[in-house]
């Protein structure tokens, strides 16, 4: 069975300062991964996937994220982060072989302050 | 209107109640999911529907009813529920059911069950 682990509940970074969110999965192939926000009285918005190839990805809203086999990982990072930013994050990992379903981690919550 | 809504945004209800929760989407899309996320859990899948077909439950108990009269709209018929029935249910849909098509999500109907 698939699972993801967000290690962080909570993360307050300063406005302007750089941003990572780790995320780590489990599933006995490549999986797809995707990383979702989720703004406060909203649904899901997705940043970003990942299938196959290069494994630095760039998404929306200036995200990016790196696929690292060695480590079961799919960090989450962004160079610079503006107040707008604030939202709760969630890795997901889905599979075909797994009946195409999206299993998400916990969520990251990030604050940021001014 | 574009994208995924979903109807109402709040409820509350007894647990002797009957309500529907509604969900449209305006995309196109062929496949449509019930997610829940309540607080300290991860998002759970409820139900997918494809093509109008229900493709998957996940163990929901019977309390809850889905219904997909078309693929552009979905229901999630509620009766005598639980307090632990309190979440926020989020709708989303997809181009087709493979989990590689992006999931778009609606805000959610946040739930309160007295």
């Known amino acids: 069975a698939q699972s993801v682990t967000q290690p962080d509940i909570h993360i307050t970074v300063s406005e302007g300062a750089s941003l990572e969110l780790r995320c780590n999965y489990s599933?006995?192939?490549?999986?797809?991964l995707f990383w979702y926000v989720q703004s406060p009285g909203q649904g899901l918005q997705l940043l970003l996937k990942?299938?196959?190839?290069?494994?630095l990805v760039q998404g929306i809203k200036g995200f990016e994220a790196e696929f690292k086999r060695s480590q079961s990982s799919f960090n989450l990072r962004k160079p610079s982060v503006h107040w707008s930013d604030a939202a709760e994050y969630f890795c997901?990992?889905?599979?075909?072989?797994?009946?195409?379903?999206?299993?998400f981690g916990g969520g990251t919550r990030v604050l940021v302050k001014p | 209107e574009t994208g995924v809504t979903q109807t109402p945004r709040h409820l509350v209800m007894g647990m002797t109640n009957k309500k529907s929760l509604k969900c449209e989407q305006h995309?196109?899309?062929?496949?449509m999911y019930w997610y829940k996320q309540s607080a300290k859990k991860p998002l759970e899948l409820m139900f997918v529907?494809?093509?109008?077909?229900?493709?998957e439950n996940n163990s929901v108990p019977s309390r809850f009813s889905p219904e997909c009269p078309n693929s552009s709209h979905l229901f999630l018929h509620l009766h005598t529920l639980q307090p632990e029935d309190s979440a926020l249910y989020l709708c989303?849909?997809?181009?087709?059911?493979?989990?590689?098509?992006?999931?778009?999500f609606g805000p959610g109907t946040r739930l309160t069950v007295l």
């Open positions: 989303a849909s997809s181009q087709d059911r493979p989990v590689t098509d992006t999931q778009y």
């Open positions: 599933y006995g192939a490549t999986p797809y």
């Open positions: 990942y299938f196959s190839g290069d494994t």
């Open positions: 997901a990992v889905g599979a075909r072989a797994a009946g195409n379903k999206l299993t």
């Open positions: 995309l196109g899309h062929n496949a």
């Open positions: 529907y494809s093509l109008e077909e229900r493709v």
